[in-house]
């Protein structure tokens, strides 16, 4: 249990890390990244979306240091669908904010990453706060069913 717990906080580190040394540039890109951060028997494909090739691939290789022949689900959306979907994730982190008490019993198991040229973003998530929010992104990907379905696959990846 202790070397599951060090390996999260290195997981998590890792990525507030890579986030932190990213700050430093000035930031030209949109992402709204999700990814499951915890142990699996199966695989969890993290989901990258961006309003540009160029932003979704640097942070395929930047952040999650993966190349293209690694499974990533990757969606370029025009930018006011990842407006709303960027609106919806503060939005949902606000009122779990104001709902629960920020100690929660359940790991933090899906990491949602949001960078744009004016915020960079992490919020943590147990398995039922995650599988709730994906539900609420789903309700914006009307027009991109290919969208739609990589959400409710990584949903149903992790409530089983």
């Known amino acids: 249990m202790i070397i ?3 390996a999260i906080f290195i997981i998590v580190f890792a ?3 890579a986030h932190a040394s990213q700050s430093k540039k000035h930031m030209k890109y949109s992402v709204l990244a999700i990814e499951y951060i915890w142990e699996s028997n199966k695989p969890i494909n993290p989901i990258v979306i961006s309003d540009s090739e160029a932003g979704a691939e640097w942070y395929r290789a930047a952040v999650l240091k ?3 022949s690694d499974l990533t689900y990757v969606h370029v959306v025009n930018a ?4 709303k979907l960027i609106a919806e994730v503060e939005l949902f982190e606000h009122n779990l904010q104001r709902e629960q008490p920020r100690v929660s019993k359940s790991p933090k198991i899906i990491s949602v990453a949001i960078i744009t040229p004016e915020k960079k973003n992490t919020f943590f998530y147990d398995r039922e706060s995650a599988a709730s929010e994906l539900d609420d992104l789903q309700k ?3 027009g991109d069913e290919s969208l739609r379905s990589d959400l409710l696959h990584f949903q149903n990846r992790i409530r089983h």
Do not use: Y
């Open 80 to 83: 006011a669908l990842l407006e």
């Open 66 to 68: 993966r190349n293209k």
């Open 140 to 142: 914006h990907c009307n």
């Open 15 to 17: 990525i507030v890390m």
């Open 4 to 6: 599951r717990g060090l």
